[in-house]
C-alpha cells in the first residue's frame, strides 16, 4: 500500500518490515503438523490460523476514488490494527478490471480476527465506502488447513 504523497514510500516505519518479517518465522511448533514441517524454515502445514475475507464491489467509473479512499484508509487503519492482538498480516488491494476491493488478513485464532466486526476505525472506512456505493459480500473467517511461508 502507498501512502499518498510518499511516491510510493512504505507505510511502515523503518524496521517494520524486518520486524514483521521475524515474527511470522518464530511459529509455535506444536502447531505444525504434516510431512515436511520444519518451524525453522516455515515450511509445512500449519493449521489453526483464520484467514478472514472482506470482498467489495464498485462501479468502473468510481475506481480512482475507491483507490484513493482505498489508500487513505490505510494510514488510519494500520495504527488502529496494530493495536489489536493476534494479527499476523493484513492485505488491502484493488482490481480495476473486475470492479473489486478485497482485505484479506490473517489472525492467531477465530476471537482475535471477530475483533474486526468492533473496531471503529473500520466501521467509518466501511461506511466511507458504501457512501461511494461499493457493495460489500458478507465476511467470512475460513480455517486454514495448510500453508507455505518464506
Not at 19 to 28: I, T, V
Not at 54 to 76: C, I, P, Q
Request: with cysteine; aromatic share 4%.
Amino acid at each position: 500500500m502507498r501512502r499518498p504523497g510518499t511516491g510510493g514510500a512504505s507505510p511502515w516505519a523503518p524496521g517494520d518490515l524486518a520486524r514483521e518479517r521475524a515474527s511470522h518465522r518464530r511459529r509455535p511448533a506444536d502447531r505444525l503438523r504434516g510431512p515436511g514441517a520444519d518451524p525453522g524454515r516455515g515450511q509445512g502445514t500449519l493449521a489453526g490460523m483464520i484467514v478472514r475475507i472482506s470482498t467489495g464491489h464498485f462501479d468502473a467509473d468510481k475506481h480512482e476514488a475507491v483507490k484513493k479512499l482505498l489508500t487513505e484508509g490505510g494510514e488510519r487503519l494500520i495504527p488502529a490494527i496494530k493495536k489489536l492482538p493476534g494479527c499476523l498480516h493484513y492485505y488491502s488491494a484493488i482490481d480495476r478490471a473486475a470492479g473489486k476491493i478485497v482485505n484479506v488478513s490473517v489472525w492467531d485464532t477465530l476471537e482475535h480476527a471477530q475483533q474486526m466486526e468492533s473496531l471503529q476505525e473500520m466501521r467509518a472506512e466501511g461506511q466511507k465506502m458504501t457512501a461511494l456505493n461499493v457493495r460489500f459480500d458478507p465476511i467470512i473467517n475460513h480455517e486454514t488447513v495448510w500453508t507455505i511461508t518464506p
